[in-house]
């Protein structure tokens, strides 16, 4: 079985801040791991994905997360955090199974300060 | 190119009334599947379908049908609506031959239960 840990439901940051959300995981087999966002509203949009092909994975929005295996970790950053990234992220896990249901976090929202 | 079609977008129920939440894709995807999305947890895996005619249970299906006669619609019903089934409801579709490929989105359907 697989499980998403995101550390900290709320993050605030001020405009031009780093952005880092934290993300942990757990798996028996190497996973494919996701980040989701979510505006108000909406539904989710996929930020980027790991598949094993590289650590570092480059998103959209400037958005990018590191794959470490030994920290069993995939947190997301961004150098410069815009008015615009205000939402909820959510981190997410899937084995590559027929199933192909995804685990998720609980959800990070990010506020952003002018 | 609608993608993922939810409908309808807000729906309010009294316990016990039964409803269909609807859900079609025009991405000729074969994984369809439904998500609740309650706050502080996440999403939860409800149902999920790898074909016309084949159904299985995600994580919390009380209270919920499917079943998948076409490619396109994947319908969810509830019998007896609870007022623990109040949360937003997404249905995700997935792509198959690709590994890792991610799950798509719709916007969701707000479900209250008075």
């Known amino acids: 079985a697989q499980s998403v840990t995101q550390l900290g439901s709320h993050v605030s940051v001020s405009e031009g801040a780093l952005v880092l959300l934290r993300c942990n995981y757990s798996s028996s087999v190497p996973p494919y791991l996701f980040w989701y966002v979510q505006y108000p509203n909406q539904g989710l949009q996929l930020l980027l994905k790991y598949t094993s092909a590289a650590t570092l994975v480059k998103g959209i929005n400037g958005f990018e997360a590191e794959f470490k295996k030994s920290e069993t970790s995939f947190h997301l950053t961004k150098p410069s955090a815009h008015m615009s990234d205000a939402a909820e992220y959510f981190c997410?896990?899937?084995?590559?199974?027929?199933?192909?249901?995804?685990?998720f976090g609980s959800g990070t929202r990010l506020q952003v300060q002018p | 190119n609608a993608g993922v079609t939810q409908t309808p977008k807000f729906q309010v129920l009294k316990t016990g009334q039964s409803m269909t939440l609807q859900c079609a894709q025009d991405?000729?995807?074969?994984?369809m599947s439904w998500y609740r999305q309650d706050p502080g947890m996440g999403l939860r895996l409800i149902h999920y379908?790898?074909?016309?005619?084949?159904?299985d249970q995600g994580e919390v299906p009380n209270g919920y049908n499917v079943s998948r006669s076409t490619t396109e619609d994947f319908p969810l019903r509830l019998l007896s609506a609870a007022p623990s089934q109040t949360s937003v409801y997404f249905c995700a579709t997935g792509g198959q031959g690709v590994r890792g490929a991610p799950l798509h989105f719709g916007n969701g359907t707000r479900l209250t239960v008075t």
């Open positions: 991405m000729n995807h074969e994984y």
């Open positions: 997410a896990v899937r084995l590559d199974t027929g199933r192909r249901a995804l685990t």
């Open positions: 379908s790898v074909g016309a005619g084949i159904t």
